[in-house]
């Protein structure tokens, strides 16, 4: 429709009001379906990651100390 709001008819003012709600709770909707699948794409990015970092073993904190204690001896000499 190429008039403007104020010189509708009534009825054709309920009908623009009508497509233009409808056009908004569409726009929600969509909205709402891409945020939910860009949150689920990175959800499982994060679980990859977690599930990466589960399956590495520990550090063995005595060796560390002892590699810690040569760099130190071999820098202060």
């Not at 009534?10 to 497509?19: A, R």
């Not at 726009?27 to 699948?37: I, K, N, P, S």
């Not at 590495?56 to 100390?65: G, K, L, N, S």
């Amino acid at each position: 429709m190429s008039r403007d709001l104020v010189s509708m008819t009534p009825v054709d003012f309920l009908i623009w009001c009508d497509g233009y709600a409808a056009g908004i709770g569409h726009g929600l909707d969509r909205g709402r379906e891409l945020a939910d699948a860009e949150a689920a794409a990175r959800h499982r990015r994060a679980f990859t990651v977690v599930q990466a970092m589960a399956r590495i073993p520990e550090r063995d904190a005595e060796a560390d100390r002892a590699a810690a204690a040569r760099r130190e001896a071999r820098w202060s000499a």
